[in-house]
């Protein structure tokens, strides 16, 4: 089981929020043997936590700082409402006091096993009702301190830190167990003199973390210099690589151009065009027809014999007859 979108210390909770201090979840064994249902695990561990609430928590999780603030607006929704209530039912109170004058107490003493305990006390200080209203309730302030990290950025922050090469400190410093308050209080003042006489500039820690340092900053200085030698390499391929991807802009324009073109020369005509297109060539080829025989009655045709004039005139009227019957087509369809 593990708890998301929170931080926070408790003893039945490790450092990647899983919770480890209930006995019948540790493991799948563990759980198996048990017998025990889901439901009554997560109930168990809810109810733990809310008699030993956890300590330093923290809602990471933006979605559950918004629930949680719209829980508490609905709590101080609800304490308003209730001190309205208290408010107008002491007016109510105090005034009908006011009319009956000494009915109410007179009353009161006479029916004297029906009086509550609490209540006595409330007449005993001249009150109708009790005086103490409930305080409204607010949250702890850490409930209020929220860290709102991307899961990326955890992802990141727990790499690095795993990856981390540092020694353990040690429990104790041998060194300091025979000094004075005030001497330990200079050194933590001055860090010079707590490195030069508490010893720690010597340590064997020290010294590790020390030459751990410098071989980092050896090494980040080697890496620079290897990268100012290929600086003017790198602005090279920079600037062909901008040439190229302007050239590849036009490129893509003009391929998109081409494929706009395509589209339209390959999408279906228009049905009202074609007609139209086929009404004008099927006019044009009886326009032709006409020609030709009006030319070979007044004996200026090019064609010289009956024959040939039948063949061309039979020619171009199928064209016309053609033409009209894919018009007639197309306009039943």
Known sequence: MTLVGIRAVHSWIDSKMRVIGYDPIKSDSAFVASGILLANAVNDVVRHFQLYPPQQLVIVDAGLRRLQESLGQQQQQQQQQQQQQQQASTQYNTTSSNQNGGVTHSNAHARGSTTLPHQNDAFKNGSTVPSAAPQ??????????????????????????????????????????????????????????????????HHPLVEEILALKHTVLEANHQQAQSNLKHEAELKTLYDNVKKMQSELKIKVEHVNQLQRRQMELCKPMDKKKIIQRLKKAKKESFDESEDLARDWLSSSSPVSTLDEFIDRFLEIRMVHHVRAAKMERLEKS
Do not use: C, W
């Open 136 to 201: 409204p309730y607010d949250l702890p302030k850490h409930f209020r301190q929220v860290i709102v990290l991307s899961p990326e950025d955890q992802q990141q922050l727990g790499a690095t830190i795993r990856n981390l090469d540092i020694p353990s400190a040690p429990s104790r410093f041998e060194q300091f167990d025979s000094m004075d308050r005030k001497t330990m209080t200079e050194m933590i003042d001055s860090p010079s003199t707590l490195l030069a006489k508490g010893g720690l500039a």
